[in-house]
């Protein structure tokens, strides 16, 4: 598919450029205040999986302190909250946390849009995803199951959805997301720091992390 393999790429690379240009301000600011108020890294890096399903090292702002345990989604933590600083919880909510993640869009790891990329080590995620095709595109910043719930959706209709959006993968369907991003954003819906989505998601046992576990 033209649209798919070559045109997507094409405007991932120029969105992203000149979206680092404009928000610069922006990150420099959050950098600033993460950097106050907890000591650690201001750059939080997890593996994740990517296109068909091989793995890079995603990057987000720390929101979680940093005796965080390592690789374990923030919603199988027990009392997530008592991990997240006070910057964090407006950065999870806004998903501010998400920016640098232009840097994974702008090396050809990401896309704007498409599956979230899931953690190394949920292996029912990806499971459920093989059943979809939902591996064998590049994961995106959003997509179309995190405008439809987000947090909240169990996995299997997570995964459903990515299925969904890789059927009908396309400048419409793209627009549609981007456009419900910035609705869920601006409402901050289907957020969600306690035990959701889950089917038995494998948990290794918990190492000290550089400050942030989430798996959105």
């Known amino acids: 598919m033209f649209y798919r393999d070559v045109m997507k790429r094409s405007l991932d690379l120029l969105i992203a450029s000149i979206g680092f240009l404009v928000i610069l301000p922006v990150l420099a600011v959050i950098a600033l205040i993460i950097k106050i108020e907890s000591p650690g890294k201001i750059l939080f890096r997890q593996k994740r999986v990517g296109i068909h ?13 940093t005796d965080t345990p390592q690789d374990m989604p923030t919603h199988l933590l027990q009392k997530p909250e008592q991990y997240i600083t006070q910057i964090g919880k407006f950065l999870r909510k806004s998903s501010l946390d998400e920016l640098p993640q232009i840097f994974n869009i702008i090396k050809g790891e990401m896309s704007m849009i498409g599956p979230r990329p899931a953690l190394w080590n949920q292996d029912d995620l990806i499971a459920e995803r093989d059943k979809y095709g939902a591996n064998d595109v590049r994961p995106g910043l959003t997509g179309w199951a995190q405008i439809n719930g987000r947090d909240e959706l169990p996995i299997t209709v997570k995964a459903m959805l990515d299925g969904e959006y890789c059927r009908k993968i396309g400048p419409i369907m793209d627009f549609r997301c ?23 998601v494998p948990a290794e ?3 000290p992390a550089n400050g942030d576990t989430s798996s959105r």
């Open 178 to 200: 981007f456009l419900g991003t910035i609705r869920s954003a601006l409402k901050s819906e289907g957020v969600v720091e306690g035990g959701t989505g889950m089917i038995d």
């Open 205 to 207: 046992s918990p190492t």
């Open 53 to 65: 399903k091989k793995t890079f090292v995603i990057y987000k702002f720390r929101t979680m302190r």
